[in-house]
């Protein structure tokens, strides 16, 4: 049958209008960008599953977090780099049920959110520190992975207290707890770290391997900061490797190599074959005394003044801010 030209058009115009509302109505990711004080440039996308006062608060969150970023050396890692947040599904006491890191031209961290996340629970949450802090190594993404867990389980910490989420006691009292978490993973005691390591992802030991980064970086730090009395930390040593490095993929040999060649005398490598050939997690209770926090009773106790309590106190601010 033949329609008249003009309802051929009329029926046309209906079926373009009706597209248009549908792709009005379809719901889309939202995207905003943000700076920091260098101009580096931040995009978020938040999913379309997202309610409006739930993308309030994931957006508040995501603020949060970057913020937390800067305060290791004043800027973001990357010229630009992206996080993602999508839906998912589970309960509101695990917010954040997965996570990922993702490298290349632009880096982009994925973030697994349940849909109706309460806000403060969302602050509160580790991962998101966590996989942001990854981002401060410019690391090829494999090989010696307890090296980058270990920067990110450490570093978490410290951006939360930075922060100001956390206070201090909580702050060494969640690295002493995990650090016991570390030397209770004893299921493959006697074999190197190295060994564990290589087959964490089907035999576990995640405790052991995570906590023996953490060991190795709060090791480093302690070191850094004796050696030049308070001046210099881990933070100028990322500092340095990111001025250089930033864009490159590297092998954990490569970092502990740039590291190392800003005068460290050794001291990344030093650490590195002791915490990779290591049968177990070692005591964190000497790095402990040396900044004046002692345990009893599974509770941290500060020694509240003395060269070791303001030696410990400089941890919550950047050396190089
Ligand atoms: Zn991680």
Redesign the pocket.
């Known amino acids: 049958m033949n329609f008249p030209r003009s309802r051929i058009v009329r029926w046309g115009a209906v079926l373009a209008c009706l597209a248009c509302i549908m792709l009005l109505a379809a719901p889309t990711w939202a995207a905003h960008v943000l700076y920091d004080n260098q101009g580096r440039r931040l995009e978020v996308q938040i999913g379309p599953e997202f309610s409006q006062p739930a993308r309030e608060q994931v957006t508040a969150w995501t603020e949060q977090l970057a913020h937390s970023l800067t305060l290791v050396y004043g800027h973001w890692p990357r010229e630009r780099w992206l996080i993602e947040v999508a839906a998912a599904s589970g309960s509101s006491d695990d917010p954040i049920p997965w996570a990922q890191?993702s490298r290349g031209k632009v880096d982009r961290v994925t973030f697994y959110v349940v849909r109706n996340p309460d806000t403060g629970a969302l602050l509160r949450e580790w991962t998101g520190y966590?996989?942001i802090?990854?981002l401060l190594l410019p690391y090829r993404g494999w090989g010696d992975t307890w090296f980058?867990?270990g920067l990110?389980?450490y570093y978490q910490n410290l951006l939360q207290a930075r922060a100001g989420l956390i206070s201090e006691q909580q702050m060494w009292q969640r690295l002493y707890e995990g650090f016991v978490r570390g030397r209770n993973d004893t299921r493959f005691d006697g074999s190197t770290l190295l060994e564990v390591n290589r087959q964490m992802r089907s035999q576990g030991g995640y405790m052991r391997v995570?906590w023996s980064g953490a060991w190795y970086f709060l090791a480093a730090d302690i070191q850094l900061r004796e050696r030049s009395n308070g001046r210099r930390s881990l933070d100028d040593a990322l500092l340095k490797l990111n001025q250089c490095c930033a864009r490159n993929a590297l092998s954990v040999p490569e970092i502990i190599r740039k590291m190392d060649a800003d005068d460290q005398a050794g001291m990344f490598h030093e650490l590195y074959e002791r915490l990779r050939n290591s049968r177990t997690l070692p005591d964190v209770t000497p790095l402990f005394a040396s900044l004046g926090i002692a345990v009893l009773n599974g509770r941290v106790q500060l020694q509240a003044e003395g060269a070791a309590a303001e030696r410990r106190q400089q941890f919550l601010r950047s050396t190089v801010l």
């Open positions: 890191v966590h996989e802090a990854h980058s867990e990110a389980t995570y």
